[in-house]
């Protein structure tokens, strides 16, 4: 996490910073981007962004963090309900959507290389979401689980899915009909997986 100077920190600067890291990352895996990079991308010393975090990892969180932010601004759970089936999709759509824009190689480098490691660090974000939300989440019922880790087992699964999808998708010159319906066609699969037995024979 960020340190708490970074929180104080004015919009300007917070932008410059996210900008300069979204450069590097757009070139660089996490695993080999330079934090160096990042501060001279965002017109820095390196001491200054050590300041502000403590390690590469930590700006790419705070990236995602900030890719997170903008996509909760684009559904709005209590007057609109949806499940958490629903909520992978549209960040599935939200994200392809980047493809043949400014952010398409940052998105191609990030999903390209997501490791398990950061798959797991990734959904963390979603599991409090998830928990903060709960009340205004559709069929929670169904989804067959007893624990945190159970649900970070589904939401994991659900996030390799989009993970896959959205690489494909980048690497691949195809449209986007073409990885929307095999998409679906996952979320299906994976849907009639994690929901408890009576209700599998739903129609969903």
Do not use: C, W
């Not at 960020?2 to 890291?21: C, D, F, M, V, W």
């Amino acid at each position: 996490m960020p340190s708490n100077a970074y929180k104080r920190l004015t919009a300007e600067k917070k932008k410059r910073i996210i900008e300069g890291a979204i450069k590097e990352f757009s070139i660089h895996t996490v695993e080999h981007a330079s934090l160096n990079a990042v501060a001279n991308n965002a017109g820095m010393s390196r001491t200054t962004l050590y300041y502000y975090f403590s390690d590469i990892d930590d700006i790419f969180m705070t990236v995602m963090d900030e890719v997170m932010e903008n996509f909760k601004k684009t559904i709005n759970l209590e007057e609109d309900p949806i499940d958490i089936f629903e909520i992978y999709y549209l960040f599935f759509k939200y994200v392809t959507a980047y493809k043949n824009t400014e952010l398409e190689d940052f998105v191609k480098t990030i999903f390209s290389d997501m490791s398990l490691k950061l798959q797991k660090i990734i959904t963390e974000p979603y599991i409090q979401y998830y928990l903060e939300n709960k009340k205004y989440l559709k069929n929670l019922e169904k989804l067959d689980y007893e624990n945190r880790e159970e649900l970070l087992d589904i939401l994991f699964a659900l996030f390799a899915l989009v993970t896959a999808s959205i690489n494909y998708y980048f690497k691949n010159d195809i449209e986007f009909d073409v990885i929307d319906y095999k998409f679906k066609r996952g979320l299906r699969l994976l849907k009639n997986g994690v929901i408890k037995e009576e209700y599998r024979k739903e129609e969903i």
